[in-house]
């Protein structure tokens, strides 16, 4: 750990946030690296509150700061985030575009045919956002009615099995980021939106009148679970191509080293309850 780690990480991550960030780490041979590469992060921004812009345009995050604690601290690596878009995410890494996807991004199998991943390092669910005031009282209400997801994501795919158990009795709105989504719930473009719950608990925090849908739902016997309704359990990974097994290693060993440390739950505690 570098002079660096003894400065308040928010503090940090602020100071060199502006157009994208990059840490002023060392350089090591990690994962075949040659000295001096800049490890290049691809991620959907924004997405609060795991990668988004404050007001004076800092990139900010539990994921920037998970990344700064892995690649940064952990590591002792170059990085920098380059923005991108979800929909094409896996192509563009695949593409050589940059070396991981650090973004939220699900765990599944679809996924796991084209990238491999890290161990997980976040726990969600997908979630339905609903207007107070309005008709969507539960699970059933939204036979019928048009809900928004962002597209290419697991909401959307949450979104496609609710259409099916509803034998296609709902109509889907997909748009490339989950702002568009929420902004059509509050213009009432759509009756629901469909994402992760600690990014829509973020959104829902930020304006009156936003709810989450109640009922028992996948993770209603969980003691962790939230006690709104779940339509998936999911977990978080940063994704790697294929043939990069040494350098994935190494980051599962840098996120089971900022675990055992404490650090993980210090960036937990600074963007979650609980």
């Given at each position: 750990?570098?002079?660096?780690?003894?400065?308040?990480?928010?503090?940090?991550?602020?100071?060199?946030?502006?157009?994208?960030?990059?840490?002023?780490?060392?350089?090591?041979?990690?994962?075949?690296?040659?000295?001096?590469?800049?490890?290049?992060?691809?991620?959907?921004?924004?997405?609060?509150?795991?990668?988004?812009?404050?007001?004076?345009?800092?990139?900010?995050?539990?994921?920037?700061?998970?990344?700064?604690?892995?690649?940064?601290?952990?590591?002792?690596?170059?990085?920098?985030?380059?923005?991108?878009?979800?929909?094409?995410?896996?192509?563009?890494?695949?593409?050589?575009?940059?070396?991981?996807?650090?973004?939220?991004?699900?765990?599944?199998?679809?996924?796991?045919?084209?990238?491999?991943?890290?161990?997980?390092?976040?726990?969600?669910?997908?979630?339905?956002?609903?207007?107070?005031?309005?008709?969507?009282?539960?699970?059933?209400?939204?036979?019928?009615?048009?809900?928004?997801?962002?597209?290419?994501?697991?909401?959307?795919?949450?979104?496609?099995?609710?259409?099916?158990?509803?034998?296609?009795?709902?109509?889907?709105?997909?748009?490339?980021?989950?702002?568009?989504?929420?902004?059509?719930?509050?213009?009432?473009?759509?009756?629901?939106?469909?994402?992760?719950?600690?990014?829509?608990?973020?959104?829902?925090?930020?304006?009156?009148?936003?709810?989450?849908?109640?009922?028992?739902?996948?993770?209603?016997?969980?003691?962790?679970?939230?006690?709104?309704?779940t339509l998936t359990i999911e977990e978080y990974g940063i994704a790697f191509r294929q043939d990069d097994d040494d350098f994935r290693g190494e980051v599962n060993d840098a996120l089971q080293a900022i675990r055992d440390d404490g650090t993980y739950e210090?960036?937990?505690?600074?963007?979650?309850?609980?």
């Open positions: 750990m570098d002079e660096r780690s003894s400065v308040n990480r928010r503090q940090y991550l602020t100071a060199v946030g502006a157009g994208g960030l990059t840490a002023a780490a060392g350089c090591i041979g990690g994962g075949g690296d040659d000295d001096g590469e800049t490890i290049t992060i691809g991620s959907d921004i924004p997405y609060a509150p795991f990668e988004y812009r404050n007001e004076a345009g800092d990139l900010i995050g539990f994921d920037v700061e998970i990344a700064e604690a892995v690649f940064g601290e952990q590591l002792d690596l170059n990085y920098e985030f380059q923005e991108t878009s979800f929909d094409g995410i896996i192509a563009s890494l695949n593409n050589a575009n940059f070396r991981v996807i650090m973004s939220a991004m699900t765990i599944n199998e679809s996924r796991a045919e084209r990238v491999d991943f890290s161990d997980p390092y976040f726990t969600a669910y997908q979630t339905v956002l609903v207007l107070e005031d309005g008709d969507i009282t539960s699970r059933e209400d939204l036979r019928g009615e048009a809900v928004g997801v962002q597209r290419g994501t697991t909401g959307e795919a949450a979104a496609e099995d609710l259409q099916e158990e509803f034998d296609g009795e709902l109509q889907i709105e997909s748009y490339d980021q989950i702002n568009g989504a929420f902004d059509a719930l509050l213009n009432n473009q759509v009756s629901a939106v469909i994402n992760d719950n600690t990014v829509s608990a973020s959104f829902a925090a930020e304006n009156d009148g936003v709810v989450f849908l109640e009922g028992d739902g996948v993770a209603a016997d969980r003691d962790d679970a939230p006690s709104y309704l210090e960036i937990y505690s600074e963007y979650f309850d609980g």
